[in-house]
């Protein structure tokens, strides 16, 4: 059985509809592109945040210490994605505790936390004006980096 061509245009028209549906407005793919990373230093204390319990989904501290957010803003800023799916995705501040900006003015990028099999609470939350966010507890607080 031979396809016409109208067919398989509409066919591709539909799966094309279909992935953006399921990918949605906050992937990867979102509007505009993720803000310049300002030049990391890896020995720059103000990204070192200090005595943080990382709980998992279980609500126990899965992990205790202090957080380097140098390497992950290094990875950021070489165009890196971490294998989660939303890394480098809009990020809506449906919380309502980052200052309000238009949508797709930030991004979100996972922070792996050690013993940690799944992507984990914490996260890196970067503006299109440079400002960088830090939550431990997947978006209940915000410390701000930068």
Do not use: C
């Not at 949605?24 to 030049?39: K, Q, R, V």
């Not at 971490?82 to 797709?104: A, K, M, T, W, Y």
């Not at 979100?108 to 609470?121: D, F, K, L, M, Q």
């Amino acid at each position: 059985m031979k396809k016409s061509p109208l067919t398989i245009l509409l066919l591709v028209l539909v799966l094309a509809v279909l992935s953006l549906q399921f990918l949605g407005p906050d992937s990867w793919f979102g509007p505009g592109e993720p803000a310049p990373i300002e030049a990391v230093d890896p020995r720059d204390e103000a990204l070192v945040v200090h005595d943080v319990a990382v709980r998992d989904l279980d609500g126990r501290v899965a992990w205790q210490g202090d957080v380097n957010l140098a390497p992950e803003l290094a990875r950021i800023a070489a165009g890196e994605r971490d294998p989660h799916r939303n890394d480098g995705g809009v990020f809506q501040n449906r919380e309502g505790l980052l200052p309000d900006r238009p949508r797709g003015h930030y991004r979100e990028y996972v922070v792996r936390t050690p013993g940690i099999s799944h992507a984990g609470p914490q996260r890196l939350v970067i503006g299109a004006d440079g400002e960088v966010y830090y939550t431990s507890d997947h978006y209940r607080s915000f410390r701000r980096i930068r």
